[in-house]
């Protein structure tokens, strides 16, 4: 497992952008898919974006594609997450998790029950 740290969440008014890191504790962070999932108040968890242990190619939910993009800097131990044109209803705490993922369908990244490592979650909020 590895240890992750999340930040980069706050209060954004609609249209806005942030950027949400995911800094991880151990050098062999190049092994470990990365993914955000949130969470909205009085809703389940979802996924949002994944991306592979080496980097490059990425993997939206369809409510965030063309918005956001996913990267990871192996050398730094970082990932992270670009929001932009933030609408009301991204709202949620926003979670980074890893997990080595042999696969590279993208089925096999959309899933919490890949990840074995979770960060404490950061607070985003845009305002309409």
């Known amino acids: 497992q590895v240890q992750l740290v999340e930040s980069g969440g706050g209060l954004v008014q609609a249209g806005g952008s942030l950027r949400l890191s995911c800094a991880a504790s151990?050098?062999?962070?190049?092994?470990?898919?990365v993914a955000w999932f949130r969470q909205a108040p009085g809703k389940e968890r979802e996924f949002v974006a994944a991306?592979?242990?080496?980097?490059?190619?990425?993997y939206y939910a369809d409510s965030v594609k063309g918005r956001f993009a996913i990267s990871k800097d192996n050398a730094e131990n970082t990932a992270y997450l670009q929001m932009n044109n933030l609408k009301p209803e991204d709202t949620a705490v926003y979670y980074c998790a890893a997990g080595i993922i042999m696969y590279t369908s993208s089925y096999y990244y959309m899933g919490e029950s890949r990840y074995d490592s979770w960060g404490q979650g950061t607070q985003v909020t845009v305002s309409s």
């Open positions: 151990r050098r062999t962070f190049s092994s470990y898919a």
């Open positions: 991306v592979r242990g080496s980097g490059g190619i990425g």
